[in-house]
């Protein structure tokens, strides 16, 4: 979710002059957000969900055994 944040700001380097710019228009893109907020809709299936946990879950556990 951060990535799709910054994604909708727009932030590419070079894109602010200082972090008060930056920071303002943090401010003005979640004003703005806030004002008309959208629904988030999952598309996700809950046993694809699930199955990606426990890969990385394996994974992880496979890891820190090795």
């Known amino acids: 979710m951060v990535e799709r944040f910054f994604r909708d700001i727009t932030v590419r ?3 602010f002059s ?3 710019e930056l920071e303002s228009s943090i ?3 979640l004003a703005l957000r806030n004002a008309q907020p959208t629904r988030y809709v999952w598309n996700a299936k809950g046993e694809d969900v699930l199955n ?3 890969r990385a879950s ?3 556990t496979s890891q820190a055994g090795g």
């Open 27 to 29: 401010t003005t893109f």
């Open 18 to 20: 200082s972090v008060r």
């Open 13 to 15: 380097e070079g894109s």
């Open 52 to 54: 990606k946990i426990q």
């Open 58 to 60: 394996k994974a992880m």
